[in-house]
């Protein structure tokens, strides 16, 4: 089992042991208004824990993470990752917070640490993220940790009953390398 490992946080798979701390924050409607899965009930959470891919690293499948506070010992938010393509070199990335947990730092210390697995040991190419042009939080982490905007596109996704704008952006592994090699000289 791959298990990750911050200053703070422990990232390991999600397991269906986790499915009510993982309600708790996903069935926010507030919180997740942006997100296309909003859970009703535990057992929607059920089918989604059993709906992602028990393996890591397989084309067309997603994968989930939970993030694990160290000092508590509980379940503060996940990380899906998407494995897009046949070559398998591409995946998209997504990040969910408890709302008692946001504007600390946490995302962004954990998205590093699974963009850094994704692209060192993984040997991916490129990572995108999907973002509503309204998602003010989603957008500054992204553009925080170094994706570039490649795209907006218009009125592209169906989501709970309106069609809504999509922002695409993306970061390449040379330009990660590059943003962690500044980041190590500063410091
Ligand atoms: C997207 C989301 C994960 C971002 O969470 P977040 O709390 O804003 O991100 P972080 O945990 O990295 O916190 C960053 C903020 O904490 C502050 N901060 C405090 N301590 C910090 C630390 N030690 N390190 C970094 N930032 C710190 C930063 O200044 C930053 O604030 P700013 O955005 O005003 O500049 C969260 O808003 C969320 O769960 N949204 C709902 C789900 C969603 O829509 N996800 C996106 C679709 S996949």
Known sequence: MVELETKRLIIRPVSLTDKEAVFEYRSDQEINKYQSWIPQNIQDVENFIKRTSRQLNVPETWFQFVLIDKDID?????????FLDEENRQVEIGCTLNKHFHNRGYATEAVERVMDFLFFD?????????????????????????????????????????????????????????????KHARE
């Open 74 to 82: 509980q379940i503060i938010g996940d990380i899906g990752i998407h």
């Open 122 to 182: 993984l040997k991916k190419h490129r990572v995108i993220t999907s973002i509503d042009p309204q998602n003010n939080s989603s957008i500054r982490l992204v553009e925080c940790l170094g994706f570039r905007k490649e795209a907006h596109f218009m009125e592209s996704l169906y989501l709970n009953g309106k069609w809504v704008d999509d922002l695409v952006y993306a970061i390449l592994k040379r330009e990660w390398e590059q943003r962690r090699l500044s």
